[in-house]
């Protein structure tokens, strides 16, 4: 009970980015490559999401401000405004493959695309209606512990136990075949763990909570826990995914994204298939309620006066609650169009978030060295070289996909 009451923030950051994309992300990877050399990799991603988050909840906890509002105050309204608008188109495209996660999920037991579309909105309606910050979080964190189901996926798949610890100390096979398509992936996997969207979302929420510096070390764990329940989903899906690559199922036929589960089923049995459709649904649910959210704080943080809490009404925070339900009423409505190329819009998606990454990284950094901001509470040697480290790596992970994407593109043209 103590420890369902101190968690919150980083739990829903760690798994609320365990999302539709991300879960059609590692699936793609253990379909297309298996659990060689991704599955390690996966689980650096996570590490790496871990130094970052914490660095976020750090700055809520001492500054009592969110990310958006910390910027605007400290870099002035141009980059506050520029940080804020990133936040929104990439939490919109974003928020289009969160419901595209439930309707792939929901397409497997015969649900219609209305449907799935209208439940997704609605179900971000409903959390907010509960006029505190605790009960959002509460319902949020009663729907986001639904992710573990890819573990039983994963048991269902039958690996072999020591495959997946082999990989996990020898890093092998490296991964063949296209360049262009395993930098697409590793892009992926990267934006599937540390995005921008997540940095607005913990800090802002663990304001809304209410840490404190003396907090700081629950924030700790808090974050721990989220990232080691999302890494373990994550790799679960990977491994269940393996099997189609250990069955030489040809990936190419799955781009729809609805083929996954129909694919597992004789591989895995039917009741597998439907628990990997159930978590697509999970996955894309609970990051409907926790990108929305993330997208409310920053416009709420930006608009000077305006009421950014979840424990504020309608009445007096009313741009707050409608930036929340209205990016889950336009991303509903985009996927609603015929014609939507699912799994290919849920990688870039992942890809955006890769790209666009790397300046909220060195805008947070910056912040979490700022003695004026921080006092004694900055970040130490050691934090400041990992962060360096993996904004460099994620840079390099962007820029290299779009070179090879560029000269491919180029190469074709000429052919």
């Known amino acids: 009970m103590l420890l369902w009451l101190l968690t919150g923030p980083g739990v829903l950051a760690m798994l609320g980015e365990n999302d539709g994309p991300s879960m059609l992300s590692y699936a793609a990877t253990g379909a297309t490559y298996g659990i060689g050399f991704f599955l390690p990799f996966i689980a650096l991603t996570f590490f790496a999401a871990y130094v970052v988050q914490e660095m976020a909840m750090r700055l809520g906890a001492v500054t009592h ?11 002035g309204p141009f980059w506050g405004w520029l940080s804020a608008g990133d936040l929104v188109v990439t939490n919109l495209v974003t928020l289009i493959t969160e419901i595209i996660a439930i309707r792939v999920g929901m397409a497997y037991f015969g649900i219609p695309p209305i449907l799935s579309v209208a439940f997704a909105v609605l179900l971000v309606a409903v959390s907010t209606c509960g006029g505190r910050y605790w009960r ?53 996997n990267i934006g599937a763990t540390v995005t921008p969207w997540m940095l607005f979302f913990q800090q802002s929420a663990s304001v809304d909570k209410g840490l404190t510096p003396r907090d700081i070390g629950q924030g700790r764990l808090d974050t721990f826990i989220g990232t080691i329940l999302a890494a373990i989903a994550g790799c679960a899906a990977v491994i269940a995914a393996s099997v189609l690559f250990t069955h030489h199922i040809d990936t190419s036929a799955l781009l729809s994204g609805t083929g996954y589960a129909e694919a597992l089923r004789p591989l895995i049995g039917p009741p597998g298939a439907a628990l990997f459709a159930l978590g697509l649904i999970e996955a894309g649910a609970v990051a409907m309620l926790t990108i929305s959210a993330s997208t409310a704080y920053a416009v709420g943080e930006v608009v000077g006066g305006a009421g ?32 939507v190329p699912l799994l290919a819009i849920a990688l870039n998606a992942n890809l955006l978030a890769t790209v666009l990454m790397p300046p909220a990284l060195i805008f947070l950094l910056m912040m979490a060295n700022d003695r004026d901001l921080m006092g004694a509470r900055v970040n130490a040697r050691t934090t400041n070289f990992v962060a360096v480290l993996i904004t460099i790596l994620v840079t390099l992970a962007g820029v290299g996909y779009a070179i090879v994407a560029f000269v491919n593109s180029l190469t074709g043209w000429g052919g």
């Open 65 to 75: 401000r969110g990310y958006g509002e910390l910027i605007f105050q400290r870099f």
């Open 136 to 188: 959002w979080e509460r319902f949020t964190m009663g729907l986001v512990l639904f992710n573990l189901v890819f573990v039983v996926v994963a048991v269902m798949a039958h690996p072999s136990v020591g495959s997946i610890a082999g990989a996990m100390v020898t890093w092998t096979p490296f991964p063949h075949g296209s360049l262009q398509t395993f930098l697409l992936i590793l892009a992926s």
């Open 308 to 339: 950014h809490s979840f424990n504020r009404s309608i009445q007096s925070a009313p741009l707050f609650y409608a930036a929340n339900l209205g990016m889950a009423l336009a991303a509903g409505a985009i996927v609603l169009i015929p014609g």
